[in-house]
């Protein structure tokens, strides 16, 4: 079960409510006030939860913002659209959207299910929206995604970042089909946000940041021994994807783990950027996280070991967007 509601987490103002929850949802940031925010939807197979918890705290939201357009921070876009929020977006983004690019949310090259919506507000770098009760800066921050944006509230010095930098983790890069070239601006983004001096970060999965210093150094150094090391770039995306697709399908019989890895478009990517043939390449990434417990076999089921929430399966029945209408 997910931890209860705690809108008064130490550190945080009364407007800024938060809830970690479990993958495949990213976290819970509501903000309170004049104009009830949301930041991220989480998955889309939790929508309802999601708005439910939504309503224990406002009785509406005027505005999603995304963070960045992976399935687990927009999927509850259309639900809350549908109730008459807006949603608001990076520039990058929803030009993509509009065109429903094949690229968007990486749903079809990811495999991961994405309701269809549409980024109705645009958000440039240095915008100022007045979200609850508060002024938040838009800062793109290109590098887990190219249209990745943190929002920077200088009054309270606290900077929601999604992706780019958790905890105890940093965004995995699309290295796969980028290069590790698309390190450096992932570098950059980290070190801008560094040098906001934030006393908390809104990570969008795992606790609070409460200190960002040492967080955001430790993230930048992983990054630059990715940028040394292609192997250990391409590795480190990959198990991510694996694991967070094993959660989205409740595990995977391990008898159909490798075809289903072998159709992949971001496996075949992988293997080819670090000169492997694919099953060599399925092979070993199957083995190392085995012997490491980030996966496990059950009774001839594949499973992610860290904690998830089940999934109704019949989100894969969801076009992707190069179908939206
Ligand atoms: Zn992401």
């Given at each position: 079960?997910?931890?209860?509601?705690?809108?008064?987490?130490?550190g945080l103002p009364?407007?800024v409510?938060w809830?970690s929850?479990?993958f495949?949802?990213?976290n819970?940031?509501?903000?309170?006030?004049q104009?009830?925010?949301?930041?991220?939807?989480?998955?889309v197979?939790?929508?309802?939860?999601?708005?439910?918890?939504?309503?224990?705290?406002?009785?509406?939201?005027?505005?999603?913002?995304n963070?960045?357009?992976h399935?687990?921070h927009v999927?509850?876009?259309?639900l809350?659209?549908?109730?008459?929020a807006e949603?608001?977006?990076?520039?990058?983004?929803?030009?993509?959207i509009?065109?429903?690019?094949?690229g968007?949310?990486?749903?079809?090259?990811?495999?991961?299910p994405?309701?269809?919506?549409?980024?109705?507000?645009?958000?440039?770098?240095?915008?100022?929206?007045?979200l609850?009760?508060?002024?938040?800066?838009?800062l793109?921050?290109p590098?887990?995604t190219?249209?990745?944006?943190?929002?920077?509230?200088?009054?309270h010095?606290?900077?929601?970042?999604?992706?780019?930098?958790?905890?105890y983790?940093?965004?995995?890069?699309?290295?796969?089909?980028?290069g590790t070239?698309?390190?450096?601006?992932a570098?950059?983004?980290?070190?801008?946000l560094?040098?906001?001096?934030?006393k908390?970060?809104?990570?969008?999965?795992?606790p609070?940041?409460?200190?960002?210093?040492?967080?955001?150094?430790?993230?930048i150094?992983?990054?630059?021994?990715?940028?040394?090391?292609?192997?250990?770039?391409?590795?480190?995306?990959?198990?991510?994807?694996l694991a967070?697709?094993l959660?989205?399908?409740?595990?995977?019989?391990r008898?159909?783990?490798?075809?289903?890895?072998?159709?992949?478009?971001w496996?075949?990517?992988?293997?080819?950027?670090?000169?492997?043939?694919?099953?060599?390449f399925?092979r070993?990434?199957?083995?190392?996280?085995?012997?490491?417990g980030?996966?496990?076999?059950?009774?001839?089921?594949v499973y992610?070991?860290?904690e998830?929430t089940?999934?109704?399966l019949?989100?894969?029945?969801l076009?992707?967007?190069?179908?939206?209408?």
């Open positions: 079960m997910a931890p209860a509601s705690t809108p008064t987490e130490p009364t407007e409510v809830q929850r479990p495949p949802n990213s819970f940031l509501l903000l309170r006030g104009r009830p925010s949301l930041v991220d939807t989480g998955f197979a939790h929508s309802e939860q999601t708005a439910a918890l939504a309503g224990e705290q406002s009785s509406r939201i005027d505005v999603v913002v963070t960045h357009w399935s687990d999927g509850a876009n259309a809350f659209q549908s109730a008459g949603i608001a977006g990076s520039t990058v983004e929803a030009r993509a509009h065109r429903h690019d094949a968007c949310c990486a749903a079809e090259y990811l495999d991961q994405v309701p269809e919506y549409a980024v109705d507000r645009v958000l440039a770098d240095g915008d100022r929206e007045l609850g009760d508060s002024e938040w800066e838009i793109t921050i590098g887990h190219p249209g990745h944006i943190a929002l920077w509230n200088a009054e010095r606290l900077a929601a970042v999604g992706d780019s930098v958790t905890a983790d940093v965004g995995w890069v699309s290295i796969m089909n980028q070239r698309a390190l450096d601006p570098i950059a983004s980290l070190r801008r560094h040098d906001l001096g934030a908390v970060l809104l990570p969008g999965h795992g609070l940041v409460t200190a960002p210093e040492p967080a955001i150094n430790k993230a150094s992983r990054l630059e021994r990715q940028r040394e090391n292609i192997d250990l770039a391409v590795d480190y995306g990959a198990k991510r994807i967070f697709a959660m989205i399908h409740n595990g995977i019989v008898t159909e783990l490798e075809s289903y890895l072998g159709q992949r478009a496996v075949t990517d992988s293997a080819a950027t670090v000169g492997r043939d694919v099953d060599d399925i070993n990434l199957l083995d190392s996280m085995l012997a490491s980030a996966i496990t076999l059950r009774e001839g089921t992610a070991v860290a998830s089940p999934v109704d019949r989100v894969f029945d076009p992707y967007p190069r179908n939206w209408e």
